[in-house]
């Protein structure tokens, strides 16, 4: 396959060799005009925005991904591959599995566990861990030590369900797993299947162990700062 691909319109070149990963394109948007110096939409096909400027005299994208690892497999794919991306860093929301994780606290994804089918692919004679890449765990574990976040690092649950009716996500957390979101395995995967670079940082967002928090979904799209000035720092 050549470029343009089916999902994404832009040319050889427009993306930078970094692409940060939100899911929502409205917060590809926001990073982009908050963020960004010189921003230019490169892609909107399906309404999945694509923009590259400069932070810091440093040239970054940033992409929305969508909901999903059918949605971050096909994105992830076509930019390692078909655009020749050397990292993507995902910067989402998840649900905190952990009690001593809450509202605005920060989940580095050092592997993720998936209740999921993506690997079958592969025809491997096992199951297969997929986990990040060290290089960029470790620039991101050191600027939020530097910055004073809040942060965790350790495993997460790719979920390919949101309405669980097993609501089986605290056996999870029995083996350590400290949140829960619906992209990483397909992207470490993609990363691990191409010889690329992939991270996953989240901001939590709500929590199975206090109900009573949980962010609105404009706080999610506009508040989460912490999170993507990290992503944009090891860029």
Known sequence: MSIPTPHINAKAGDFAETVLMPGDPKRSKMIAENFLEDAVLINDVRGVQGYTGTYKGKRVSVMASGMGQPSIGIYSYELFKFYDIKNIIRIG???SLDPELHLQDIVIAQAACTNGNYAIQYQLQGTFAPIASYELLEKAVNEARDKGYKFKVGNILSSDIF????????????????????????????????????L???????????????????DRQNSLTKMIELALEIA
């Open 200 to 218: 996953c940082i989240c901001t939590v967002s709500d929590s199975f162990n206090y109900p009573d928090e949980i962010m609105s979904a404009e």
């Open 93 to 95: 929301s998840c649900g």
């Open 163 to 198: 309405y669980d009716d097993a609501n089986s996500a605290m056996d999870w957390a029995k083996m350590g797993v400290l949140g829960v979101e619906m992209e990483s395995a397909a992207l470490y995967c993609n990363a691990a299947r191409l010889g690329k670079n992939a």
